[in-house]
């Protein structure tokens, strides 16, 4: 049954559980082309389930969404930290995704030339890549910087 963009399921699968109904929520992020999906499991029937969500659905929908952003921030950290990369290292990829070359990046880091070619070799080295090219995909796949 569909209520909106939402989808409410019959859980007969699910009754050893006491669960009678499932509410499954698209979610749509604002800050990246990424979505998610969240599945809500209740004790109602998807008949009463339906009705309740006339008066919370609104507010439901914007905890699962709220909660599954701080996943996503949660795994982004754990994934920085495991990586490693230093905050200048870091910037020096995000100019790098802006189109900038290494003596554009110094002036506007205020530092020379050869710092900002040492910080891209740090973090070719941290992220396992041979090329800058390559370092700054493996950095945007993996969500350590925003274009």
């Known amino acids: 049954m569909r209520a909106g963009n939402k989808l409410l399921v019959d859980c007969s699968w699910a009754r050893e559980v006491r669960q009678a109904s499932c509410l499954v929520v698209p979610l749509h992020h ?5 979505a998610g999906l969240v599945s809500i499991f209740s004790e109602l029937s998807a008949h009463d389930l339906e009705r309740s969500l006339e008066e919370i659905g609104g507010t439901l929908c914007l905890a699962a969404l709220a909660g ?18 230093s905050p200048r290292e870091q910037e020096c990829l995000e100019w790098l995704s802006k189109g900038l070359r ?18 891209l070799a740090k ?4 992220l396992g890549v041979a090329t800058r090219e390559q370092a ?11 274009p």
Do not use: Y
């Open 30 to 34: 604002l800050n990246t082309r990424q």
């Open 68 to 85: 599954d952003e701080r996943l996503r921030a949660i795994r982004q950290s754990e994934i920085a930290n495991n990586v490693g990369l």
């Open 102 to 119: 290494n003596a554009r990046m110094a002036e506007c880091m205020g530092i020379a030339v050869p710092t900002v070619e040492m910080h």
């Open 123 to 126: 973090a070719r080295r941290k």
């Open 136 to 146: 700054l995909v493996k950095a945007l796949i993996l969500g350590l910087i925003c």
